[in-house]
């Protein structure tokens, strides 16, 4: 979804569930197991399904809408009990820096125009120097129309 870590609270939220679905020790969660784990609902959306559809660059929905897992970690080979491990901290690190690195680039496209603010005060202040300077040249009579 185009501009989604641009949500008031959305980067905490994704954070908070990168870390969840990255050491919890079941692979998919279910909304509840989430809500019950994190103590509270996510600010930015209506529900953590909704949260973890409009970032599928971290997480994966099951087509029942009643579980959803992280993707590095839903890909991870099996351990020799039959279970997925945690990610490993380096693995969990990149994915939170990806995260901000991610909402830092969605903030900084949406204020694009902020660049421009000093470019058009300058010539706004260039062209009012330049009328300003006419008229009180005519008004002086240095100049005829």
Not at 11 to 36: K, M
């Amino acid at each position: 979804m185009k501009g989604a870590y641009t949500k008031p609270g959305r980067l905490s939220d994704v954070l908070a569930l990168i870390q969840v679905l990255s050491l919890d020790e079941y692979t998919h969660r279910t909304e509840s197991g989430i809500t019950e784990e994190l103590q509270s609902d996510p600010s930015s959306s209506d529900s953590w399904i909704e949260l973890a559809r409009e970032h599928p660059e971290f997480f994966r929905v099951r087509a029942d809408d009643k579980n959803l897992s992280l993707v590095a970690r839903h890909v991870m080979p099996r351990g020799a009990s039959g279970n997925k491990e945690p990610l490993s901290s380096d693995i969990m690190q990149k994915l939170l820096q990806t995260a901000i690195d991610l909402h830092d680039r969605q903030v900084k496209a949406k204020e694009w125009w902020k660049t421009w603010i000093p470019v058009a005060s300058t010539i706004l202040a260039g062209l009012i120097a330049c009328g300003t300077t006419l008229l009180v040249l005519y008004l002086n009579g240095w100049c005829k129309p």
